[in-house]
């Protein structure tokens, strides 16, 4: 049965390199790696896969064109984080005409929660952002995700430039 919620969406940004708080974890089970073509199985399985636990629905039904339309835009990339070769989260990077780089989607599959991981991805994701020529790294946030997310964001050096509120509807 569905209800209804209210909903907060904030924007985070990093304006310079230097912003960045980095935390990595030296471990060396950790990979982070460019996926060069990614599939459209492969991006439904993330999106479900991560955030299905927080009400990632948005691309549910999107068809398969879109989802490839998605995938081959230009300026579009994902990278995997794997832990002992096993899938334990990913991030999509997609670059702004006015060229800031957003962090589209970043998520942790729930078995590799709570280690660090997050913080070591996110790192990852912002210098990678910043290694491809971004003139800003964004992304946002909203009270459906995990607890931990803004918190980490704000620890990584992130600051808000804007939130709004909505109303939606969840399972």
């Not at 310079?16 to 471990?27: F, N």
């Not at 991560?50 to 999107?62: A, L």
Request: contains cysteine; hydrophobic residues 40%.
């Amino acid at each position: 049965m569905s209800r209804t919620v209210e909903v907060v969406r904030t924007y985070l940004e990093l304006r310079t390199p230097d912003q960045l708080r980095p935390a990595r974890l030296d471990d060396p089970l950790i990979r982070v790696a460019r996926v060069p073509v990614p599939s459209v199985p492969l991006m439904q399985r993330l999106y479900r896969e991560v955030g299905g636990p927080y009400h990632w629905v948005d691309r549910w039904e999107w068809t398969t064109g879109q989802w490839q339309d998605w995938v081959g835009q230009l300026g579009y990339g994902v990278w995997i984080l794997t832990y002992d070769g096993e899938l334990a989260g990913f991030f999509e990077l997609t670059n702004g005409e006015d060229g800031s780089v957003e962090i589209a989607l970043f998520g942790l599959v729930k078995a590799f929660q709570g280690r660090g991981l997050g913080k070591h991805l996110l790192t990852s994701a912002v210098e990678i952002a910043w290694a491809i020529g971004a003139s800003r790294v964004w992304l946002h946030t909203c009270t459906l995700d995990d607890p931990a997310a803004l918190p980490n964001y704000l620890a990584r050096g992130f600051t808000e430039f804007g939130r709004e509120t909505y109303v939606t509807e969840i399972d």
